[in-house]
């Protein structure tokens, strides 16, 4: 096989040893905070048709232009999920969640595909953790939204996070503002990149948030200015209530987010440790998707966060120390002590505390330097002389730590004592 096989496809990538802790902190984290907030778990498929992205994401939109990772098995199109929320849509609608009674607060977390160009913060496929809340309009939800994101992010110890807040509008006012735009853009266009120009016809809106031409476009008319009363009572309720809490953000008149659905709120989380790929995590609300796809008029709000980009964030911000100390090492000596060993360590895992052993036939001496390699708490020792007596050597491994003979029968008691609680 050639070496190049034996690499992982460019934009993908493994994770282990301590990203590996911070990938599962990440998700053990959402599981907490969503749950905290009265969100239960989804899962969807990884594909879905190819139809379902195109309508719910946008025709106009990069993702569904460029980005997607498209594959026709039969006469059906199908689609590598690039985002969560039009999976779970799709779900919501499917299982007639919107027949049941209220507001329904789903969670769920796993891999997107998307068709990017990769660098640092940028994958191919990429993880998300990210809530949809159905069937509400009130602008505390929307508030409560953003704060449990804010939260999700302090739960790891990631500080430093900002939050960008803007108003989109609805179908009702977007269109007048559109032409408002279009008006303050035209004269700007000859000296505004291929792509803006381009976004002209089809997307006015994302012109805002080109970062090559910021320069030239900070000063155009700001959606918040062009709202229509509903949208603007929504907005202001939005931020009264975050003002309330004590939730920092800044009104931010380029956010546009890079999907159609959004309506009214829309909110991104940044944070300087990423580089060019700053946003964190970002979503919005989308009152018009669910009736796009099939449904009936169900108001909406929902985010997403990058997981990798947390990594990479708990990584610069040296957010805790990853790696779970192993509770207990067993050195088992010789034939008899080995396989001894195996049966203690069974108990001592019964009991609900980590252990692991040799299984390689190493000395002592190479036995204790893997347990300090393994930050072992505790070392249990067990040769012929041991078995002999019935007793095991249970050793306190931090520094000055004793060291004592403990009877078979009465050993688990003694890890119990001396494994510090919280871990
Ligand atoms: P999004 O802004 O496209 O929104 O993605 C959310 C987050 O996913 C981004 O802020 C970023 O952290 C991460 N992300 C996106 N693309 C990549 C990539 N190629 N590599 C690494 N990380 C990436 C959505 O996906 C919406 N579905 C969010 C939402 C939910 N809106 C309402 N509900």
Same mark, same amino acid.
């Given at each position: 096989?050639? /070496?190049?096989?034996?690499?992982?496809?460019e934009?993908?990538?493994?994770?282990?040893?301590?990203?590996?802790?911070?990938?599962?902190?990440?998700?053990?984290?959402?599981?907490?905070?969503?749950?905290?907030y009265?969100?239960?778990?989804?899962?969807?498929?990884?594909?879905?048709?190819?139809?379902?992205?195109? $309508?719910?994401?946008?025709?106009?939109?990069?993702?569904?232009?460029?980005?997607? &990772?498209?594959?026709?098995?039969?006469?059906?199109?199908?689609?590598?999920?690039?985002?969560?929320?039009?999976g779970?849509v799709?779900?919501?609608?499917?299982?007639?969640?919107?027949?049941?009674?209220?507001?329904?607060?789903?969670?769920?977390g796993?891999?997107?595909?998307?068709?990017? $160009?990769?660098?640092?913060?940028?994958?191919?496929?990429?993880?998300?953790?990210?809530?949809?809340?159905?069937?509400?309009?009130?602008?505390?939800?929307?508030?409560?939204?953003?704060?449990?994101?804010?939260?999700? &992010?302090?739960?790891?110890?990631?500080?430093?996070?900002?939050?960008?807040?803007?108003?989109?509008?609805?179908?009702?006012?977007?269109?007048?503002y559109?032409?408002?735009?279009?008006?303050?853009?035209?004269?700007?266009?000859p000296?505004?990149c291929?792509?803006?120009?381009?976004? &002209?016809?089809?997307?006015?809106?994302?012109?805002?948030?080109?970062?090559?031409?910021?320069?030239?476009?900070?000063?155009?008319?700001?959606?918040?200015?062009?709202?229509?009363?509903?949208? /603007?009572?929504?907005?202001e309720?939005?931020?009264?209530?975050?003002?309330?809490?004590?939730?920092?953000?800044?009104?931010?008149?380029?956010?546009?987010?890079?999907?159609?659905?959004?309506?009214q709120?829309?909110?991104?989380?940044?944070?300087?440790?990423?580089?060019?790929?700053?946003?964190?995590?970002?979503?919005?609300?989308?009152?018009?998707l669910?009736?796009?796809?099939?449904?009936?008029?169900?108001?909406?709000?929902?985010?997403?966060?990058?997981?990798?980009?947390?990594?990479?964030?708990?990584?610069?911000?040296?957010?805790?120390?990853?790696?779970?100390?192993?509770?207990?090492?067993?050195?088992?000596?010789?034939?008899a002590?080995?396989?001894?060993?195996?049966?203690?360590?069974?108990?001592?895992?019964?009991?609900?505390?980590?252990?692991?052993?040799?299984?390689?036939?190493?000395?002592?001496?190479?036995?204790?330097?893997?347990? /300090?390699?393994? /930050?072992?708490?505790?070392?249990l020792?067990?040769?012929?002389?041991?078995?002999?007596?019935?007793?095991?050597?249970?050793?306190?491994?931090?520094?000055?730590?004793?060291?004592?003979?403990?009877?078979?029968?009465?050993?688990?008691?003694?890890?119990?004592?001396?494994?510090?609680?919280?871990?």
């Amino acid at each position: 096989m050639s /070496n190049e096989t034996l690499r992982c496809i460019e934009g993908t990538r493994d994770y282990f040893g301590e990203d590996g802790n911070r990938y599962e902190k990440a998700f053990a984290a959402a599981a907490n905070i969503f749950s905290r907030y009265g969100y239960e778990k989804i899962s969807t498929p990884v594909f879905e048709k190819t139809e379902l992205f195109a $309508r719910g994401i946008g025709e106009a939109t990069d993702i569904v232009e460029k980005e997607m &990772y498209t594959f026709k098995p039969s006469s059906e199109s199908l689609t590598l999920r690039p985002e969560g929320t039009a999976g779970v849509v799709r779900a919501y609608l499917q299982h007639s969640m919107h027949k049941q009674a209220g507001l329904q607060k789903l969670w769920y977390g796993g891999p997107m595909f998307r068709r990017e $160009r990769p660098q640092k913060g940028r994958q191919r496929q990429f993880h998300q953790v990210g809530i949809e809340a159905l069937g509400s309009s009130d602008p505390l939800l929307d508030a409560e939204v953003i704060t449990m994101g804010l939260a999700f &992010y302090a739960s790891l110890g990631i500080t430093g996070i900002k939050t960008r807040l803007n108003s989109i509008g609805c179908k009702e006012c977007r269109p007048g503002y559109r032409e408002t735009l279009k008006e303050a853009v035209k004269p700007l266009l000859p000296t505004l990149c291929k792509s803006c120009n381009s976004r &002209y016809e089809r997307n006015i809106l994302r012109v805002l948030d080109c970062k090559h031409c910021a320069d030239k476009t900070k000063d155009l008319p700001a959606s918040y200015d062009n709202l229509c009363d509903c949208c /603007n009572d929504h907005f202001e309720a939005v931020k009264q209530s975050m003002d309330a809490s004590g939730t920092q953000y800044v009104i931010d008149a380029s956010l546009v987010r890079g999907l159609d659905y959004y309506t009214q709120t829309v909110f991104e989380y940044t944070h300087s440790a990423l580089g060019a790929q700053d946003a964190i995590g970002g979503g919005g609300r989308y009152d018009g998707l669910v009736e796009e796809l099939g449904g009936p008029v169900t108001p909406a709000v929902g985010f997403a966060i990058g997981v990798e980009r947390v990594m990479i964030a708990m990584e610069a911000l040296s957010c805790c120390n990853c790696t779970a100390p192993l509770m207990v090492y067993g050195i088992g000596l010789g034939d008899a002590g080995h396989r001894a060993m195996a049966g203690l360590l069974a108990r001592v895992r019964a009991a609900g505390m980590s252990a692991d052993m040799d299984y390689e036939g190493r000395s002592m001496k190479a036995q204790m330097r893997a347990a /300090n390699r393994k /930050n072992a708490l505790l070392t249990l020792i067990l040769g012929e002389s041991e078995l002999e007596k019935g007793i095991v050597v249970v050793k306190d491994m931090k520094e000055g730590g004793s060291q004592q003979e403990v009877p078979f029968d009465q050993f688990l008691e003694t890890l119990r004592k001396l494994v510090p609680s919280g871990i």
